[in-house]
């Protein structure tokens, strides 16, 4: 059986699984290096509009494999040290490539997303959880430091400074309601319930612009980077004139609203 599970379980929407249950998805080399190659195949697919990234079983990723961590391609002849550093570059190359899909990501947290697993959740566009979402920095536990996969950068963007010190200094657990309060996850909603929640969100965002949803996208992630105000908004604004002067998609929109009918954007 595949580590890595690809679906169309609607159409225009994509469902990356990570399948190693038994393990709750941890991520073993061998799991994060097919994943990867997963996001960057579905990131071309342009029949997709929106990806949702889950876990097999009763959990989303419980982070770094203490026990088996899996093969690490492309070692041989190194020593230790470097060795150490190519394993990290490839697990950081996971968040990057999360970072680069060109379509909206939706993370379906379907129980616990721990260490390494939260910075997945993180890298997403968007997270919704089920009841059992639990979320934990776990390096500190560890004896090692919180930080890890951009963990220091995203967390604090999601939840603001505060928030995201005390949470990688305890290293406490963080559960479904408490990560929707404080703006960990956008939604919560029963378990069984989790996919088709994220489906119906997707097919939402997938009548919208392909142009404007990616570049929306875009957007959103460069004002996290901006230096200033100033900076990001000419950013902006010049994405939204791209939209509006290259497409018909605001004539569309006028003419749907006043024909009272749903617009067809075709970018």
């Known amino acids: 059986m595949p580590f ?58 419980s982070g770094a494999d203490l026990e ?33 899909v060109h379509q909206p990501v939706i993370a379906a947290v379907n129980g616990p997303a721990i260490g390494g ?22 390096g500190i536990n ?16 999601a ?20 990560a929707e309060r404080i703006g960990l996850l956008s939604r919560v909603v029963p378990g069984d319930k989790l996919l088709d929640a994220c489906y119906e969100l997707a097919e939402r965002i997938a009548g919208f612009s392909r142009p404007g949803t990616e570049l929306t996208k875009r957007m959103l992630w460069s004002s996290l980077d901006a230096a200033s105000l100033d900076a990001h908004m000419g950013q902006e604004g010049l994405a939204q004139l791209y939209v509006r002067l290259t497409t018909h998609n605001f004539e569309e929109a006028i003419k749907a609203r006043k024909e009272h009918r749903p617009p067809d954007f075709q970018d």
Do not use: H, Q, W
């Open 4 to 61: 890595v599970l690809i679906d169309k379980p609607r159409p225009d929407v994509t469902l990356i699984t990570l399948n190693r249950p038994e393990r709750m998805n941890a991520m073993a080399f061998d799991v994060m290096v097919p994943f990867r190659e997963a996001l960057e195949e579905v990131s071309r697919d342009n029949g997709t509009r929106v990806v949702v990234i889950t876990g097999a079983g009763r959990g989303f990723c």
């Open 68 to 100: 088996n961590p899996g093969g690490i391609p492309g070692i041989d002849g190194l020593t230790l040290p470097t060795i150490a550093l190519r394993s990290m570059e490839l697990l950081d190359d996971v968040i990057r490539a999360m970072r680069r």
């Open 117 to 138: 697993g939260l910075c997945l959740s993180l890298a997403a566009d968007i997270r919704l959880g089920a009841d059992t979402a639990l979320f934990r920095a776990a």
């Open 142 to 157: 560890n004896g090692l430091t919180a930080s890890e996969l951009g963990l220091s950068y995203l967390l604090p963007r």
């Open 159 to 178: 939840i603001g400074a505060s928030r995201a010190f005390e949470l990688m200094l305890s290293g406490r657990d963080v559960d479904a309601s408490e």
